[in-house]
């Protein structure tokens, strides 16, 4: 996918512990790294089912745009969690 591309991705937000570092697991697999910067994201999402819109900017690296819950998202499974 070539940088500045608009995306709108599914997925678990997860705050790395250690780092700080933002991230969204996604149900194919692997997570995408989240640039926050640009928005004010309610802390309480984190560990929450998210729909996350955004820019592009790296590998696996996106510039949020905009960050809102999924409703009834009960039945996603959640990456690395008991789902």
């Known amino acids: 996918m070539p940088l500045g591309t608009r995306h709108s991705l599914t997925g678990i ?7 700080g570092e933002d991230r969204l697991f996604v149900a194919e697999g ?3 790294r989240l640039d926050l910067r640009w928005v004010a994201a309610d802390p309480d ?4 089912v998210v729909i ?11 510039r949020v745009l905009h960050i809102r819950r999924l ?12 789902f």
């Open 13 to 19: 937000w997860d705050r790395e512990a250690d780092t």
């Open 30 to 32: 692997g997570y995408w």
């Open 45 to 48: 999402l984190i560990g929450e």
């Open 52 to 62: 996350i819109d955004g820019v592009r900017t790296g590998f696996a690296a996106l």
């Open 71 to 82: 409703e009834g998202s009960g039945s996603l499974l959640r990456p690395g969690h008991d």
